[in-house]
Nanobody, 126 residues
Framework: QVQLVESGGGLVQAGGSLRLSCTASARIFNGYTMAWFRQAPGKERDFVATIRWSSTNTYYADSVKGRFTISRDNAKNTVYLQMNSLKPEDTANYYC???????????????????WGQGTQVTVSS
């Protein structure tokens, strides 16, 4: 099991930016696909973005494409989510997730990930 701790959430005005961080308790360099999901009040948890352990492939939900960027620093065991041009509909609790995936086959479904952080709240005011 890999423990994940998110940080960087907060309150921001529409059009603003935030950078979320997710630090892992173990080395995530070898073989872990990392992802961000989010859950708004009263809604299901939705996929936001994912990045392969090799950092060569990233995938985004259509709703955030062009505004959010996922990246990772394997030396620091940390994954980032840079969020620009934030909208009120981006308001949610954001979760970091990890899955050992050396063959890079994990997709974007929540059930594919078996390590989760506690989440960090992002609130975007209009």
């Amino acid at each position: 099991q890999v423990q994940l701790v998110e940080s960087g959430g907060g309150l921001v005005q529409a059009g603003g930016s935030l950078r979320l961080s997710c630090t892992a308790s173990a080395r995530i360099f070898n073989g872990y696909t990392m992802a961000w999901f989010r859950q708004a009040p009263g809604k299901e948890r939705d996929f936001v973005a994912t990045i392969r352990w090799s950092s060569t492939n990233t995938y985004y939900a259509d709703s955030v494409k062009g505004r959010f960027t996922i990246s990772r620093d394997n030396a620091k065991n940390t994954v980032y989510l840079q969020m620009n041009s934030l909208k009120p509909e981006d308001t949610a609790n954001y979760y970091c997730a990890a899955r050992f995936d050396p063959l890079e086959r994990v997709g974007s479904r929540e059930e594919e990930f078996d390590n989760w952080g506690q989440g960090t709240q992002v609130t975007v005011s209009s």
